[in-house]
């Protein structure tokens, strides 16, 4: 069920939050799913008891926030009071843990939102892909069987919550997006997920990766889902917005970088996707956008992202660097040769960028792109040599990074035929357009989406 089906039933008292509860902690301990690998964390008896209160409350009268009493997971990089946040790694375990709750989760607990564990992801969130060697790696939802050694990656890096959220566990989940870390995660498992602009969610108490570049926000089945819980984590008070009426609507289709090399299927889906809302009476507006094409310069080899992700590691480094995975290691370090001089070379280049971008997506509702060129690989695939990790990290960061960049927020809705591999259509705006990228993106899944399943 949806976030808003289990508000309406909670409400009306058709459901306790304990049944819920206790649901979301059967499929967790369910061995024929992902929790072992999807959950660092389980708040078994935490969660139980924050239901009671919740149902508590209810029945007696007590006018309570309308997600009140549903579970939901929470990347392992948001402090919790009592709590080691490690990140994904063993390098932070022993640790002294939290001694208060993150901004996000202070949110979380007052909307009365049942934190029932923090979830897997790439070490320090710091991969598109999703894979972690010293937890696990949760698999795909697609093509799955039961062999644990097999099957497709989960996107990354919030790994975790989004098999949370696909394998039934939760009915939605709080992430982190530095390069597409909510979105690829989101659009490789058919589900959808928000990335909003950075500055709308409070990054307290959380263990950054790129001071920049990172944002809050969550993963769910829904854009109604996610605008829900969009509300709660930047303290809004506006709810769902109304649906957009797509006739009229101008989506600018960038063909620099976006298009590049996309798999057969993904831009058959996307294509699809494309018409459809074509046939809604939306304008479809192919555009080079050439400003894009100068992404690479602003951000080269993910530059500004190891800068700021070296000067946080680079005590633990000195002290456990053998205790890193390799591969997420041999990203940061790179970040210790980028001078101070070119640091500030790159932010300011990044500011004529975001000027450049903002200029010339003037005139249109959003952008469309696929936020990812091709769908899931195996994890066999991924991961069988340095090379191959490093080919497909950065064939799934492609698309998603350079909204991070841009400072934009966006949304991934899936857009593929019910049965094949899933596929995510972004829809992209600049900026401080949240709502108005919600709006739309309710009406886009109607058309994209809930109009095939």
Not at 92 to 102: C, E, F, I, M, V
Not at 181 to 201: D, E, M, Q, W, Y
Request: aromatic letters at 6%.
């Amino acid at each position: 069920m949806t976030i808003v089906d289990l508000s309406h039933l909670l409400d009306s008292q058709q459901i306790t939050s304990r049944h819920l509860v206790e649901q979301s902690l059967a499929a967790i301990h369910d061995p024929q799913r992902e929790g072992a690998r999807a959950f660092l964390v389980v708040h078994d008896r935490e969660a139980l008891a924050a239901a009671d209160r919740v149902d508590a409350q209810r029945r007696g009268g007590a006018t309570l926030p309308p997600l009140a009493g549903i579970p939901i997971s929470i990347k392992d990089l948001f402090d919790e009071a009592g709590v080691v946040t490690l990140g994904g790694s063993r390098v932070l375990a022993g640790a002294p843990p939290a001694t208060r709750d993150s901004t996000v989760v202070e949110r979380l607990r007052s909307a009365g939102l049942v934190i029932v564990g923090r979830t897997n992801l790439t070490e320090f969130a710091y991969s598109g892909l999703g894979i972690n060697p010293h937890y696990g790696t949760p698999r795909n939802v697609f093509d799955r069987n039961t062999d644990h050694d097999s099957g497709r990656i989960p996107g990354g890096s919030s790994s975790g919550a989004a098999i949370s959220v696909a394998d039934g566990m939760v009915a939605g989940a709080i992430g982190t997006d530095t390069g597409g870390s909510v979105r690829i995660p989101a659009a490789l498992n058919g589900l959808a997920g928000f990335k909003p602009t950075a500055r709308r969610v409070p990054r307290d108490g959380v263990l950054p990766l790129s001071f920049s570049l990172d944002s809050v926000g969550p993963i769910a089945r829904t854009v109604a889902d996610c605008a829900l819980l969009d509300q709660v984590l930047a303290a809004g008070a506006d709810g769902v917005p109304e649906t957009a009426r797509l006739r009229g609507v101008r989506f600018a289709v960038p063909t620099t970088v976006f298009l590049d090399d996309l798999s057969p299927v993904v831009a058959g889906a996307f294509n699809t996707a494309l018409r459809r809302l074509s046939d809604a009476g939306a304008s479809i507006i192919e555009t080079p956008m050439e400003e894009f094409g100068q992404a690479a310069a602003v951000n080269p080899r993910g530059a500004l992202a190891s800068a700021e992700a070296f000067s946080w590691h680079r005590h633990w480094i000195e002290e456990k660097a053998a205790q890193y995975d390799p591969r997420v290691l041999g990203r940061i370090r790179p970040g210790e040769a980028v001078s101070a001089a070119r640091y500030a070379e790159l932010l300011h280049l990044r500011e004529r960028f975001i000027q450049s971008i903002n200029a010339n997506a003037r005139g249109y509702d959003a952008m469309l792109m696929p936020v990812t060129p091709e769908t899931a690989p195996t994890i066999a695939e991924a991961s069988r040599d340095d090379e191959s990790y490093a080919r497909f990290n950065a064939r799934m960061l492609r698309n998603a990074s350079i909204v991070n960049l841009f400072d934009g927020c966006a949304l991934s809705v899936p857009c593929h035929d019910p049965g094949n591999a899933p596929v995510g259509l972004m829809i992209a705006g600049t900026q401080n357009t949240d709502r108005r990228i919600l709006s739309i993106g309710l009406a886009v899944e109607e058309v994209v989406w809930k109009g095939r399943t």
